[in-house]
């Protein structure tokens, strides 16, 4: 991989369709003291580069673009040539900045011209398979602005008045229908001139980047999730996430 990136013999302007962005310039806090989240090993191999072969495991995604810890992009560099990736998929590090929104926008940045579908993952989901990648660029491509993969809820949930101090009763103001709502996961997938557009005009802070196209008005559609995407953000998520590895080493042999 040269400074930036890693080219791929096949990539060109006629496969450029379609780019993920993954940032992953946060601390993971929760996960304890250590090394960034996305840095983390799982199974051995840190979960920055299970998420990057999750999008790469897609056909359609020709570049993915990983934004990094500002101070962290040589490493990140470094990371990506030490693993097994892809051939035909081209790959790019870019530092990040201070915020999730910010190191998207940075992403979105440095997407060369062509890629007209953009996909943004959360390097914390690192075991999404790759029909759910594909669910969601084919949703984008079906004439959708904004697509999400998510799921029904599977426990009841309780709109509360939230309590003035951290562990104290909190009243119970709420029950929302469940059938209703849904638990949203990632990739998430947009035409790119509509995220880019998202970017510039929305403003304050969302919890996700398709939570900005709907400031705009947009309509955005979810497809089926998989249980399997889930964010790994406790320790706990950590043993699961090692589970779903040894069973898929076991049924698919890698």
């Not at 008005?217 to 950590?238: I, M, Q, S």
Request: charged share 20%; aromatic share 2%.
């Amino acid at each position: 991989m040269s400074d930036d990136s890693r080219p791929s013999p096949s990539a060109g302007p006629s496969a450029a369709r379609t780019a993920a962005v993954i940032p992953a310039a946060g601390r993971g806090v929760r996960l304890g003291p250590g090394a960034p989240k996305a840095l983390r090993a799982l199974n051995g191999t840190p979960m920055l580069i299970h998420a990057v072969r999750a999008m790469a495991a897609s056909r359609a995604v020709s570049l993915v673009v990983v934004v990094a810890p500002p101070d962290g992009a040589a490493e990140v560099r470094s990371l990506l040539d030490a693993h097994a990736l892809p051939e035909r998929t081209d790959f790019l590090v870019v530092p990040g900045g201070q915020s999730r929104q910010e190191s998207v926008k940075l992403g979105l940045d440095a997407l060369p011209p062509g890629h007209d579908i953009v996909l943004v993952h959360d390097a914390a989901r690192p075991l999404v398979p790759v029909d759910t990648v594909d669910a969601v660029i084919e949703a984008v491509r079906d004439g959708a602005p904004a697509v999400v993969p998510a799921l029904p809820l599977a426990d009841t949930v309780k709109q509360v008045e939230p309590a003035g101090t951290p562990g104290e009763p909190e009243p119970v103001v709420a029950t929302p229908e469940r059938a209703l709502l849904r638990a949203v996961q990632t990739p998430q997938g947009f035409d790119r001139a509509t995220l880019v557009r998202a970017h510039e005009t929305v403003t304050g802070e969302v919890t996700d980047d398709a939570g900005m196209v709907e400031q705009l008005g947009l309509t955005v559609v979810a497809v089926p999730g998989h249980e399997e995407a889930f964010k790994v953000t406790r320790p706990l998520d950590l043993v699961l996430a090692e589970a779903v590895l040894a069973r898929r080493r076991l049924n698919d042999g890698f």
